[in-house]
């Protein structure tokens, strides 16, 4: 799944690096302890990866309290304040030229983020999964239509190899050149869908037509949101929205999950 940081985070770094660089005189030795380990975790987990090197030493240091009173010795916390202080400037840099982008993540459809529960998808198409949901909860509509189709596509070419490769390349074999040489070369792994010139989206989910594992139905359909998509992939004055992006990709989910993929 593609990373996203919680603001959170950043408000909890932002508490402890203040409690860190403005210790007084009576520090409590738990509590000092805790903050440095939250602000170390929290580092981390901000993917600040220039300030985590900076406060690496952070880790190994020693905090040494006063017998009795468990209030840290003032040494300690000057040894500290001149460690933070070097945290900081790297940590300002870093932050210098980080920039965030509030992520809708109320904007992308249900059924696209439990479709893992209703197929078995690939590494490859978790990714595309993953990529289509950050373009929804970007506001790139755009993307996310392109990206979803990808991502049905490259189901239903998955399935067409893995239960109709010979029928498929059977009827692969009749698409030839102009001398009558073949067009395409059979299709042997999947990743011959890669290579230069392979058979392209249309002529994928003609040749799915043709041998009749598709039926009429889902195979218009199919080639309508291909048309759908070519539109949005290019630039025209077509402004996709939120629920327009939502409702194609569940058109494309209605269709992969139904029959015959599934």
């Given at each position: ?51 985590k ?32 202080a ?13 920039h ?13 983020r ?48 893995d ?47 043709d ?10 359909e ?41």
């Amino acid at each position: 799944m593609l990373k996203s940081t919680a603001i959170t985070e950043y408000i909890i770094l932002g508490k402890c690096y203040r409690y860190l660089s403005t210790l007084g005189e009576y520090v409590p030795g738990k509590e000092l302890s805790k903050m440095l380990n939250a602000f170390i975790t929290t580092i981390d987990k901000c993917e600040l990866s220039a300030t985590k090197a900076a406060a690496e030493s952070l880790r190994s240091f020693n905090i040494v309290v006063h017998q009795g009173l468990e209030t840290v010795h003032r040494d300690s916390i000057s040894s500290l304040k001149t460690m933070m202080a070097t945290v900081e400037s790297v940590m300002d840099h870093e932050a210098s030229s980080r920039h965030a982008i509030t992520l809708n993540t109320t904007g992308v459809s249900p059924r696209l983020r439990k479709l893992p529960t209703e197929l078995s998808l690939s590494e490859s198409q978790t990714h595309l999964l993953d990529e289509t949901i950050r373009c929804l909860e970007c506001e790139s509509y755009r993307a996310a239509i392109v990206m979803g189709w990808n991502l049905a596509f490259d189901f239903i070419r998955q399935w067409a190899f893995d239960i109709h490769l010979a029928a498929f390349n059977g009827e692969l074999a009749t698409y030839t050149k102009k001398g009558g040489a073949s067009r395409y070369r059979p299709i042997t792994t999947y990743e011959d869908f890669f290579q230069p010139d392979p058979p392209g989206e249309r002529t994928v989910l003609d040749i799915l037509y043709d041998i009749n594992v598709v039926t009429e139905i889902p195979f218009n359909e199919l080639c309508r949101h291909l048309r759908y998509r070519n539109n949005y992939a290019h630039p025209n004055f077509r402004l996709p929205t939120a629920s327009k992006a939502n409702a194609y990709i569940e058109e494309l989910i209605d269709i992969i999950t139904g029959p015959p993929f599934k």
